[in-house]
């Protein structure tokens, strides 16, 4: 294993770059130009990959775990409180955007990159993030930059896209981040076959970031907070309550400013998946439930034991990432992460998640955010959701009408009819109004008439709905076609 870790770069790189030849041809100009990306990618890579053979055992790191100390978690009510500075352009020219785009639609049966995916009014998650950050500028007077981490998979279409945005009053970066081989399960070597190399995980931000130099040429612009979020996420919109909290100083101790702060919400059921902070050798930690020993994963999932979960909304000192990258200094816990591929091999997948990054830093903090901050888009479930009456546009922003008398959304489980976005669209003859619904499931063979009603109401049991306490259930009888109003 240890031979492994010694390979030097040069030597993968040419294995690989006779095999990205045209035709078995010669390396071209193209190729040439993807002999450092290899080799930069093998050297993370190795880093990865030593550090995932040395690691504690899982079991071992949860005996660790205590619960964050009350004070490293803010209300954001308490940000909200306080009064933001008169001159807001003040801290928007200290800020950069940046959001992680390096995701394909595929999930959900869309081509290409899914920061391109059609949303609402021909508008996709790159156009909403645009708008939202051109208001911004113009409201404020400011030069908020927007950048997009893209991968090899999505650069090349969305800086494609990216042209009709060239009038816009927004200085935009982009960089691509890295890719990284799996491992052979059984050996735990790295598979060395360049279709198999996979995406590494949010978690390549900071130094693949750092290598593109746009770190050194935002802080020669005087800026110092980067606002990191998904692409996909609709919630993660520029707020000034917790930018003004990351740029405050404390002139009795300077020292103590925050340097890196983490959005978590409220855990529901539904949220499972998402990691949790907790507090390890007296270090702010984030536990994913993949480093979670398999005996305690039903503990992990308790919501009354892990009550707040990562939103992957963070805000970043640029000074402090500026030290910590050339110091080698970020470490971020490795996940394991075991696949099939196609052909029936049995991999792992190494990855690294940017939430992680915060024990490296001097001064973290978490800071409990309303649920509204945390609208992702992963399934058509949710797609259903933000394309309803349940929300309007504001410049690029959704926000949850006025007729809702619940601040909770509703919780929608469309079955597997309705898992691609094609399927949405033929099942659905328009999207319903669903102001008024609380839970909505969907099983079977199952469409939907024109300006359906979803609500809770005690009169359409004659429409193939069963009502269970709160709950809507469709249920799969034959081919069921549901009319105007359940």
């Known amino acids: 294993m240890t031979a492994l870790v010694a390979i030097p770069p040069l030597i993968l790189v040419g294995y690989y770059i006779p095999r990205l030849s045209l035709r078995g041809g010669p390396p071209t100009r193209m190729h040439d130009k993807l002999h450092p990306v290899l080799r930069d990618d093998w050297k993370k890579f190795q880093q ?4 995932f053979i040395q690691r504690e055992r899982p079991t071992s790191v949860w005996e660790k775990i205590c619960k964050p100390p009350a004070e490293t978690i803010q209300a954001y009510e308490s940000l909200c409180m306080k ?9 928007l020219e200290k800020l950069v955007v940046l959001k992680l785009n390096g995701g394909l639609g595929t999930y959900m049966g869309v081509p290409g990159p899914k920061g391109l995916m059609n949303i609402r009014d021909k508008n996709n998650f790159l156009d909403f993030t645009v708008q939202q950050i051109e208001h911004l500028n113009q409201t404020y007077g400011s030069d908020v930059p927007l950048v997009l981490m893209n991968s090899p998979f999505t650069d090349e279409e969305t800086q494609q896209s990216l042209q009709k945005y060239s009038k816009c009053p927004i200085h935009i970066h982009t960089f691509v981040h890295s890719r990284f081989p799996p491992l052979h399960k059984d050996t735990r070597l790295p598979m060395l076959s360049l279709e198999n190399w996979f995406l590494s995980g949010h978690g390549d931000v900071y130094a693949s970031l750092c290598h593109s130099g746009l770190i050194e040429l935002f802080l020669a612009q005087g800026k110092e907070i980067l606002f990191i979020s998904n692409i ?8 000034l309550h917790i930018l003004s909290e990351m740029l405050h100083r404390d002139l009795q101790n300077p020292e103590t400013t925050c340097d890196f702060l983490m959005e978590v919400t409220d855990r529901t059921q539904a949220d499972s998946k998402g990691g949790s902070l907790i507090e390890i050798d007296g270090k702010l930690r984030l536990l994913e439930i993949a480093q979670v020993p398999p005996e305690h994963v039903e503990d992990f999932l308790s919501v009354s034991e892990f009550k707040i979960f990562n939103t992957n909304n963070l805000w970043v000192s640029l000074k402090a990432l500026q030290i910590l990258t050339k110091q080698d200094s970020i470490h971020l816990e490795v996940i394991a992460n075991r696949q099939i591929l196609p052909g029936g091999q049995d991999i792992i997948r190494l990855e690294t998640a940017a939430g992680s990054a915060i024990g490296s830093f001097s001064h973290p903090r978490g800071v409990n955010v309303p649920r509204s ?7 058509t479930s949710d797609l259903l959701l933000v394309k309803s009456n349940l929300y309007h546009l504001c410049n690029g922003s959704f926000i949850l009408c006025e007729e809702r008398e619940f601040d ?6 469309l079955g597997t009819h309705f898992s691609k976005v094609r399927d949405l669209q033929i099942r659905f003859e328009n999207i319903p109004n669903v102001v008024e619904l609380d839970h909505l499931t969907v099983s079977g063979d199952v469409t939907f008439g024109k300006d359906v009603v979803l609500k809770l109401q005690d009169d359409a ?9 709160s709950f809507w259930t469709v249920l799969p009888v034959a081919k069921a076609g549901i009319g105007n109003e359940a």
């Open 461 to 469: 049991a004659h429409l193939k709905f069963l009502r269970l306490a």
């Open 48 to 51: 990865l990959y030593k550090q």
């Open 232 to 239: 996909d996420n609709l919630g993660a919109t520029v707020d």
């Open 83 to 91: 009064p933001l500075p008169t001159d807001v352009s003040s801290l």
């Open 373 to 379: 901050r945390f609208l992702p888009v992963k399934t």
């Open 408 to 413: 909770t959304i509703p919780l929608v489980k």
